[in-house]
């Protein structure tokens, strides 16, 4: 045990995810040893990150005003929705350049182990956002996990028998790999999503 | 195949051992307690990634020490691989393959195949319905790494629909009807269910007439060795899609008693394999010896069906030979003395038959040593 202050930032530290408690040593001491001003800006960031970020009144996503950029650009394709856990899901996706859409964040995955039923998640928001008739595909891009994939299917039968399109992103072989270096798992689902080739 | 080199750091009582091994028979000999089973179960858990004696691997961790190291040279046919497990409790545990690490430690499971028998085994005939239905997933994973993953998806929808389940009973029973999410559960518990109880199904079928078959070696004299395998649903063709239309159905049923308990009562984690000597069930009917025949007769089973998928498994006699009349220990030498690699502890060297005779090792204070 270090004495005041320090102990108490080992142990905020310690309650970030992925920081056990000597990480949480580390970056204390760190942070000590660190020139004042490098520190002072992080803990303003740190104050600014809670008051001035907020979440897309639309899309749930994090914004810094009352709507994200994505919702605000009148390129993007108002037909089309993606929805994902997080909003890191939808960095991941925007990097790739590949789609035009729009987005809709949950905020998390159904697990009843961790108390997270279909009304924690922001399903009633989406559900508004269909009333208007103007969407006319929603792309699941939950996780490829079995919390995730339960999403999926939960949210597949609510929104078909709206008639909307509604798809599952591909789950399958990374690109750039190796066959053989493949698991099992991924190579089995790999095999059960195969597609037409077509030429 | 065969372990040519085992090598243990602060696993169980040893801080550090070394040893050499040969094809065909090696004996250790010790009092209880001096450490044999040690040896022996750091094999078991190579090949399996758990121990046949603990559920959890804290125990396996010498006192003090804060991460246990087991490494074995396994030699089959002409290739020799270096197969290392670090074993971390409570964290994922590392392996190394031929001194390199591999992504997952799953990923060396089934590098080494040993079939153990151990005087726990007796709890496959005496026990309760788990640990015939663990003695059945474990010899899939053997089998087929991939199983593992199968079974740990189908124990992870199993807590989340329990969870639900439970939640469901506790906000009031039968008001407002099942939850909106019940029918997804249910509709990912019978994909799970169906791939794991089909390959469950395949399974007793090869296994049926080669335990009957050992059973027979093992007790000439006492009555034929069956089983069936009795599941939450009557489907018995290991057909996958029939398999999911039958347990989404049973589900159905069970909905409302499922929904008052707050547990699944329906699935592949509530079967039986029920074993049978002649017309009787032998938990609570079979004698003493003929249960220990039966249990020997499932690993021996085991051990043949390996064997004819290719590759000779190692087989070890954990202290078992104790535990059997003479004319039983005859018929298992008989049987297990074709192997190409046997290990076999016991407290006193003459319970071991003659025709088993081979490299022997000493072991007591901590030590093993060859006997020349």
């Given at each position: 045990m270090y004495e005041g202050v320090v102990q108490s930032l080992i142990d905020e530290l310690g309650l970030l995810p992925g920081v056990g408690p000597k990480s949480a040593q580390r970056i204390a001491f760190h942070i000590l040893s660190a020139d004042p001003a490098d520190v002072r800006r992080l803990a303003q960031v740190l104050t600014e990150i809670k008051d001035k970020v907020h979440f897309c009144r639309i899309c749930g996503n994090v914004a810094a005003e009352e709507e994200c950029r994505i919702c605000r650009d009148?390129?993007?394709?108002?037909q089309v929705i993606c929805v994902v856990e997080e909003s890191k899901d939808v960095v991941a996706i925007e990097k790739t350049r590949e789609f035009r859409g729009r987005y809709h964040v949950l905020g998390g995955a159904i697990s009843p182990i961790e108390g997270v039923g279909p009304d924690d998640l922001r399903i009633k928001e989406l559900m508004k956002r269909l009333a208007d008739g103007e969407v006319t595909e929603v792309i699941l891009a939950t996780d490829p996990n079995l919390e995730g994939e339960a999403t999926a299917t939960y949210l597949a039968r609510l929104l078909k028998p709206m008639g909307l399109k509604v798809t599952r992103l591909a789950s399958g072989l990374p690109v750039g790999g190796d066959l053989e270096y493949a698991d099992e798992v991924t190579l089995g689902r790999a095999f059960e999503g195969r597609r037409l080739l077509d030429v | 195949m065969h372990v040519a080199h085992l090598a243990l750091a602060d696993f169980r009582s040893y801080d550090s051992v070394e040893l050499a091994f040969e094809p065909g028979v090696t004996t250790f000999v010790g009092d209880n307690g001096q450490g044999k089973t040690n040896l022996v179960e750091s094999l078991g858990y190579l090949t399996a990634h758990g121990s046949h004696r603990v559920a959890?691997?804290?125990?396996?961790?010498?006192?003090?020490?804060?991460r246990a190291i087991i490494r074995a040279a396994v030699v089959r046919g002409d290739r020799r691989a270096l197969v290392e497990l670090e074993i971390n409790p409570g964290r994922a545990n590392r392996a190394r393959l031929n001194r390199s690490p591999v992504p997952r430690p799953r990923d060396v499971v089934g590098l080494l195949r040993t079939v153990l028998f151990a005087p726990e085994d007796l709890a496959l005939v005496k026990g309760d319905p788990g640990e015939r239905r663990r003695f059945l997933d474990d010899l899939l994973v053997t089998r087929a790494p991939r199983f593992a993953g199968v079974r740990a998806d189908y124990e992870r929808v199993l807590k989340q629909r329990n969870a639900l389940l439970r939640s469901a009973a506790q906000l009031g029973r039968g008001r407002g009807g099942p939850p909106a999410t019940l029918d997804v559960w249910d509709a990912h518990l019978s994909r799970c269910g169906a791939e794991l109880l089909a390959a469950r199904l395949e399974l007793v079928a090869a296994l049926r007439p080669l335990v009957a078959k050992a059973y027979a070696a093992l007790a000439p004299s006492s009555g034929s060795a069956d089983f069936d395998y009795r599941g939450s649903i009557e489907e018995t063709s290991p057909d996958r899609a029939m398999l999911e239309a039958a347990l989404l159905a049973g589900l159905e049923n069970a909905r409302r008693n499922e929904l008052e308990r707050?547990?699944?009562?329906?699935?592949?984690?509530?079967d039986e394999l029920a074993l049978r000597l002649g017309e009787l069930p032998a938990r609570g009917y079979a004698s003493h010896g003929e249960s220990w025949s039966f249990a020997l007769a499932l690993r021996l089973a085991a051990y043949d069906l390996l064997r004819i998928d290719g590759g000779d498994p190692v087989l070890i006699l954990d202290d078992v030979f104790a535990e059997l009349d003479a004319e039983r220990r005859a018929h298992l030498a008989e049987l297990v003395g074709p192997a190409e690699q046997v290990l076999i502890t016991a407290a006193v060297p003459a319970d071991v038959p003659g025709s088993l005779a081979g490299a022997r090792f000493d072991v007591g204070d901590g030590r093993v040593n060859r006997v020349r």
């Open positions: 009148a390129r993007r394709d108002p | 959890t691997d804290a125990p396996l961790v010498r006192h003090g020490a804060a707050g547990i699944t009562l329906v699935g592949p984690h509530r």
